[in-house]
């Protein structure tokens, strides 16, 4: 069974940090193209941040130079580093990864069980 454990979530006042981290096995991530997502109360997911082929990452609109993707590729981890947190950033965090034959097998599109982010005003 394919586990993506996340952890990193909390309770942080406006302006502040956290960061998130996601660890998969070496078989996912090396055939996997990683991005974190988020969900609010009543909202629909929306993608936070993915890697992109020739390892650019993709950013939600919405982040605007606040929340930094990286990963260990050693530690079969990726991380999303969010700075000025807002409360509209609250939400639930999770990490997606997309294994490389999704599109012939789309239960290969694996997810983390969440973490949740609250940012109090």
């Known amino acids: 069974q394919v586990q993506l454990v996340e952890s990193g979530g909390g309770l942080v006042q406006v302006g502040g940090s956290l960061r998130l981290s996601c660890t998969t096995s070496g078989s996912i991530f090396s055939a996997s193209v990683m991005a974190w997502y988020r969900q609010a109360p009543g909202k629909q997911r929306e993608l936070v941040a993915t890697?992109?082929?020739?390892?650019?990452?993709e950013y939600g609109d919405f982040v605007k130079g606040r929340f930094t993707m990286s990963s260990d590729n050693a530690k079969n981890t990726v991380f999303l580093h969010m700075n000025s947190l807002k409360p509209e950033d609250t939400a639930v965090y999770y990490c997606?990864?997309?294994?490389?034959?999704?599109?012939?097998?789309?239960?290969?599109?694996?997810w983390g069980q969440g973490t949740q982010v609250t940012v109090s005003s």
């Open positions: 997606n990864a997309r294994h490389k034959l999704w599109v012939l097998h789309p239960q290969y599109d694996f």
């Open positions: 890697f992109r082929t020739g390892g650019s990452i």
